[in-house]
DNA sequence: CGAGACTTTGACCGTAGTCAATTTATGTGG
DNA sequence: CCACATAAATTGACTACGGTCAAAGTCTCG
C-alpha cells in the first residue's frame, strides 16, 4: 500500500505526457483530473480524440515512439502506475487487469461513436452527445451529483474535440440552456431528461446498438 | 498449399460480415476486393469508419458481438483464413503473424487520420487527404501502376466515409479534376504531382508527425 | 487592482446541404 | 447487339449551418 502511494505521479494542467525513463511504453491509471488525446496540424488545426477521466487507464509511449498522437493533462492530474495497483492488491490481480482490459475495449468503441459525432451529426447532436457521454462515464465510477457532473473544459476544448469553432460552439451552448435541455455554470453541468437528450442526439449505449443491428439482420 | 485454396471465402458486394459458424471472431485476410467498417445511425445517415483493402487483416466477429461496427464488403470479395495463411507458410509463420500485428497498429493509427479529416479539413482536404492514404496503401501492395489506382466506390460512399453530402463530393471532385490536381475516369483515379496534393491536404506519414512532435516539445 | 484567459455577442460571409431535374453509365434480358 | 431499367454522376437554384472577425463583457488569480 505504501508502494501505491509511491508510485503516484502528478502532473500540472496542460503537460504533455510521454515516458521519459525508458523506450517502453508505460500503463497508467488515472486517480484524478482529466487529460486528453490529441493531435495538431502544422498549420495550428487541433483534433482532440478522446477524453481520459479518472478510473481511465491510459498509454504512456516513449518520445522516440510518440506516434500520431499526444497525450496532454487538461487539468491538475494524478495518476498511478497500473503495475503498482496489481501489486498493490495481489490477491485481486486477475480482476484487476481484465478491468483494465474491458476498459481499454470500451475505449476503443468510443472512438466510433466519436468519429459518428463529428462525421453525422449536428452541432447540436454533438454537444449533447458528448456531454451524455461523459455523464456515463462519470456516472460509472461516482462523479456524477444528481444528474450533473464537474466540467473542466473550456469551450475551445470542446470545439477542437467536437470539429467546431469556439463561437459556434458558445452558441450551440446558449441554445441548449435557453431550451432548458442543459444547465450550465461555474464548470458544472446538468443534463435535463437524459433520456429525452439521448435520443435527440442519436446516442446510444453499446448494447443497444448491438441489439439493433441484429434487428436490421433478420429483416 | 491445397488446405489455403479451400480456406477461400467470397463475398458478392453488399454482404455484411459476421461469423456465423462460431461465438468467437474469426480473423482473416483479403485477397481481393474492398470492404468497410460503418455503422448506420436509427434515422439512416450512415458514418463509413475505414476502408479496408487487399492484404488487409480484418476481424470477423459473431453476430452476438457486432459491436459498434459493421463489416460490408463494397466489391465482391475474396478472404483466407488467417488459420491458413500460417499454416501454408509454416516455416514464415513468425513472419507472418508479426506481419498481421503491425498491419492492425497501422490500422489504429488510420483511424485517428480519419478523426482529423472529418473533424478539422476542409471538404477539398478531405478528399485529397483520403485519396492519398488509398494510394499510399495500394502502392503497398502493388495496386498503383503510374500514379494512378482503381477505386471502386461510389461517390455516395467516399461522402458517407467524409462526413460531407454526395452533391458537394461530386463537386469537389469536379473542381479537383478542373484544377489538375487529379485525374478521374471510368472508376480509376490519377494523382498528379502528389507531394503537392500531401502539404495541401495536411497528409503527414506517421513518422513526419513524430518528428515533428518531437521538434515541438524541444522548441 | 490589473493582466490574461475565457465567454459572450453582433455583423457578415462562405462552405456545404437540400431539393429536384437531367445526363450518363452499367447491366440485363431479348 | 440493341432496348430498357436501374444505379450513379452531374448540374442548377436556393438555403442554412457553421465560420470568421472584432469588440465587449466576465472571471480568475496573483
Redesign the pocket.
Same mark, same amino acid.
Given at each position: 500500500v505504501r508502494a501505491f502511494w509511491r508510485s503516484v505521479e502528478r502532473y500540472p494542467a496542460g503537460a504533455n505526457l510521454f515516458n521519459d525513463r525508458s523506450a517502453g511504453m508505460k500503463q497508467a491509471i488515472i486517480l484524478s483530473g482529466w487529460a486528453c488525446e490529441m493531435r495538431i496540424l502544422p498549420d495550428g488545426r487541433r483534433q482532440i480524440f478522446s477524453f481520459c477521466l479518472p478510473g481511465d487507464p491510459i498509454e504512456i509511449h516513449p518520445m522516440s515512439n510518440l506516434g500520431a498522437r499526444g497525450l496532454v493533462a487538461l487539468t491538475r492530474l494524478e495518476l498511478v502506475d497500473a503495475q503498482s495497483v496489481a501489486v498493490a492488491n495481489l490477491e485481486a490481480r486477475e480482476a484487476v487487469m481484465g478491468a483494465i482490459a474491458e476498459a481499454r475495449q470500451r475505449k476503443e468503441d468510443r472512438l466510433f461513436d466519436h468519429m459518428v459525432r463529428i462525421g453525422r451529426?449536428?452541432?447540436?447532436?454533438?454537444v449533447l452527445h458528448l456531454l451524455i457521454e461523459l455523464y456515463d462515464r462519470l456516472d460509472a465510477v461516482g462523479l456524477v451529483r444528481n444528474d450533473g457532473f464537474r466540467l473542466p &473544459?473550456?469551450?475551445?476544448?470542446?470545439?477542437d474535440a467536437l470539429? !467546431?469553432?469556439?463561437?459556434?460552439?458558445?452558441?450551440? &451552448?446558449?441554445q441548449l440552456?435557453q431550451d432548458g435541455s442543459i444547465g !450550465?455554470?461555474?464548470?458544472s453541468v446538468t443534463l435535463n431528461n437524459i433520456g429525452r437528450l439521448a435520443t435527440l442526439a442519436c446516442y446510444q449505449p453499446a448494447r443497444q446498438i448491438v441489439d439493433e443491428r441484429l434487428r436490421d439482420l433478420v429483416a
Open positions: 451529426l449536428t452541432a447540436r447532436e454533438r &473544459l473550456t469551450q475551445e476544448v470542446v470545439a470539429g !467546431l469553432s469556439i463561437v459556434h460552439i458558445n452558441r450551440t &451552448l446558449q440552456r !450550465l455554470k461555474g464548470g
